[in-house]
């Protein structure tokens, strides 16, 4: 049961570890580009390529969705990025319940976004907890998890690039033992990712080069952290804390040196509106940013 091209990995490693993939839940394909066509999730395509039924209902809340499900008669329901809300009814319908692959390491982070949450909070280190589902949001007992560190470098792309491929691994070790008990989450240091707003992209060079730059990376490439510069608005994808200070927002120089609260940052991957990705030096090569320009 996933949806994104987060969960396909871990539905790759289950085909190839030799399970038997009786159905497949994804959501409901959406209305996306130009011209609003309906397109199904990476899960979907991924499971058709694969010959496996998919099912897309648009929630559980109905009795007749809770025992189609049950009949399926799974000993194991794999739950990864899904989107919507499991009741009771599924969750104990499968022999050995519902295995959640989610990617922090819990009970940190739970919730729609943990990856994002996880850069833009300045953490040294996330991962991948696996746990048995129950009804409350992320607080099932947990059976594994996985550590990775993170970088000055760390992406929520390349985070979410290393997560998947460290879930699927991890499930697939799980699922070796499935009635396995695991360990009861801990009280103290919860903490929830909510949802990603667009709103949130506006840069705000008035925080430390550090909190701007985890800002940046966190929300790399999607919504994409945005500033005003030269009147056009321009996406930051990467970038690298340097030495340097100003007036927060102010250009250093004619390379993309800027001033934050504290410290300074160098821009190396940018996106000017309707334009595709770029480094530092050619975005300058078609629009100069010179000394003293004013980003807002």
Known sequence: MGTPDFAVSTLNALIDAGHEIACVYAQPPRASGRGLQLRPTAVHTFAETRGIEVRTPLSFK?????????????DAAVVVAYGLL?????????????????ASLLPRWRGAAPIQR??????????VTIMRMEAGLDTG???????????????????HDELAVLGSRLIVEVLKNPSVCGI?????????ARKIEKSEAHIDFSNSALEVRNHIH?????????????GARVKILQCQIVEGGGRAGEMLDDELIVACG????RFTSLQREGKGLMDADTLLRGFPVSKGTRLS
């Open 62 to 74: 109905n009795a007749n969705e809770h025992q189609r499900f049950a009949e399926v008669k799974a």
């Open 184 to 192: 009861v989450q801990p009280i103290d240091g919860v903490t929830y």
């Open 118 to 127: 996880a850069i833009m909070a300045g953490d040294a280190e996330t991962g």
């Open 141 to 159: 007992p947990m059976l594994k998890v996985g550590r990775v560190a993170i970088g000055a470098e760390t992406t929520a792309s390349s985070l």
């Open 262 to 265: 504290v410290g300074a940052l």
């Open 218 to 230: 966190g929300l790399s490439p999607f919504p994409g952290a945005w500033c005003m510069m030269n």
């Open 86 to 102: 499991l009741p009771q009814a599924v969750l104990d319908a499968p022999k050995f319940g519902c295995f959640n692959v989610h």
